[in-house]
T-cell receptor
Framework: EAGVTQSPTHLIKTRGQQATLRCSPI?????VYWYQQALGLGLQFLLW???????NRGNFPPRFSGRQFPNYSSELNVNALELEDSALYLC???????????FGPGTRLTVT | GENVEQHPSTLSVQEGDSAVIKCTYS??????FPWYKQELGKGPQLIID?????GEKKDQRIAVTLNKTAKHFSLHITETQPEDSAVYFC?????????FGGGTRLMVKP
């Protein structure tokens, strides 16, 4: 069974630009979660999507947004990039909301 | 909101010894406690979890214990091996949110 996949692996952007990150969940999983992991820090919850709807968001500004497609894959968009947005962005999926989340390998976003 | 504290931040053990990582949580409504292992350059891997109606769970060399009264839970790794070296994260679920601890870097010396 294929795990959670994310693309791209690395992304380099300039301050002020927009970044789009993609995630494909494990087959059958309908919940998708996004987390930010800044260097040396823990995981901070960003967004939760379930059945195509945004269900909850963490303490992040509105320039962090996303969506979930009918096939349950998801996209995270970060607008007006700032230097402090540089981090590893992790996507996770689960069959039951908030239980047994399985993570992808992440997208390393670097903002210069 | 929920606050999860994890100790120690770094832990160095000799191969074959046991390792214990402890976490405390603040929200008494928390009812699910997973542990993740993150190796360098990879995403976190779910290694064991426990629900609030269980006091202990074991899977081969790893075990997790939960004390709801004291609001803390621990990860125990026995007979550590070099491949156990990684960063370990605890987490607690309260409502529709999973809050992670700050992580413990475990180094197993051969």
């Amino acid at each position: 069974e294929a795990g959670v996949t994310q693309s791209p692996t690395h992304l380099i952007k300039t301050r002020g630009q927009q970044a789009t990150l993609r995630c494909s969940p494990i087959s059958g999983h309908t919940s998708v979660y996004w987390y930010q992991q800044a260097l040396g820090l823990g995981l901070q919850f960003l967004l939760w999507y379930d059945e195509g709807e945004e269900r909850n968001r963490g303490n992040f500004p509105p320039r962090f947004s996303g969506r979930q497609f009918p096939n349950y894959s998801s996209e995270l968009n970060v607008n007006a990039l700032e230097l402090e947005d540089s981090a590893l962005y992790l996507c996770a999926s689960s069959l039951t909301s908030w239980l047994e989340q399985y993570f992808g390998p992440g997208t390393r976003l670097t903002v210069t | 909101g929920e606050n999860v504290e994890q100790h120690p931040s770094t832990l160095s053990v000799q191969e074959g010894d046991s390792a214990v990582i402890k976490c405390t949580y603040s929200d008494s409504a928390s009812n699910y406690f997973p542990w993740y292992k993150q190796e360098l350059g990879k995403g976190p891997q779910l290694i064991i979890d426990i629900r609030s109606n269980v006091g202990e769970k074991k899977d081969q060399r790893i075990a997790v214990t939960l004390n709801k009264t004291a609001k803390h839970f621990s990860l125990h790794i026995t007979e550590t091996q070099p491949e156990d070296s990684a960063v370990y994260f605890c987490a607690a679920k309260a409502g529709n949110m999973l809050t992670f601890g700050g992580g413990t870097r475990l180094m197993v010396k051969p």
